[in-house]
T-cell receptor, first 111, second 115 residues
Framework: EDQVTQSPEALRLQEGESSSLNCSYT??????LFWYRQDPGKGPEFLFT???AGEEKEKERLKATLTKKESFLHITAPKPEDSATYLC????????????FGKGTRLHILP | DTGVSQNPRHKITKRGQNVTFRCDPI?????LYWYRQTLGQGPEFLTY????????KSRLLSDRFSAERPKGSFSTLEIQRTEQGDSAMYLC?????????????FGAGSRLTVL
């Protein structure tokens, strides 16, 4: 069965302090790995899709990378407005086509 | 395109009552997903539709839960005989049908509190 494990559960950083969030996954045939951002009381908002090992995507201070077993979301020089929960999800090649989410990493950037 | 709309945004009910949530997806999206999210957890898959057909339902979903998408447009999620453990945020998402990966667009969610 497809599984997604995210670490750490929570992370507090000073403004400008770069770090990385980890997403380890098990899936039978990866169709896509997704990163979403979720603010309190709101639905998740799409950030990136990665399709194959070695792929990288960037958006402002965020960069997502993918290997055969894990993905990293690198955040460079974060600002307080980057504080949110970051969710990783996978979609496998199974017939059922489900998209499975991890528990997320709660990121808090201190000014 | 007004995005994915969910109603009601908040529902407080007493244990044993039935509740229904509605989701209006993005109009050109074929697929519609329901997830449940509790505090500190990621979204948990419940079920999804391709047009009006319900293609997959989570084994975790008890018989008290039922979802419909009668004309392939809006969807409803009904919970019968609610229990306190049903308290959660119920998220709806929609996507285009792609041969590759399906990017989900989420609504703001419907928060259920069962007293």
């Amino acid at each position: 069965e497809d599984q997604v494990t995210q670490s750490p559960e929570a992370l507090r950083l000073q403004e400008g302090e770069s770090s990385s969030l980890n997403c380890s996954y098990t899936v039978s045939g990866l169709r896509g790995l997704f990163w979403y951002r979720q603010d309190p009381g709101k639905g998740p908002e799409f950030l990136f899709t990665l399709y194959s090992a070695g792929e990288e995507k960037e958006k402002e201070r965020l960069k997502a990378t993918l290997t055969k077993k894990e993905s990293f979301l690198h955040i460079t020089a974060p600002k307080p407005e980057d504080s949110a929960t970051y969710l990783c999800a996978v979609q496998g090649s199974n017939r059922d086509d489900k998209i499975i989410f991890g528990k997320g990493t709660r990121l808090h950037i201190l000014p | 395109d007004t995005g994915v709309s969910q109603n009601p945004r908040h529902k407080i009910t007493k244990r044993g009552q039935n509740v229904t949530f509605r989701c209006d997806p993005i109009s050109e999206h074929n697929r519609l997903y329901w997830y449940r999210q509790t505090l500190g957890q990621g979204p948990e898959f419940l079920t999804y539709f391709q047009n009006e057909a319900q293609l997959e339902k989570s084994r975790l979903l008890s018989d008290r839960f039922s979802a419909e998408r009668p004309k392939g447009s809006f969807s409803t999620l009904e919970i019968q005989r609610t229990e306190q453990g049903d308290s959660a945020m119920y998220l709806c998402a929609s996507s285009r049908l792609n041969p590759g990966a399906n990017v989900l667009t989420f609504g703001a969610g419907s928060r259920l509190t069962v007293l």
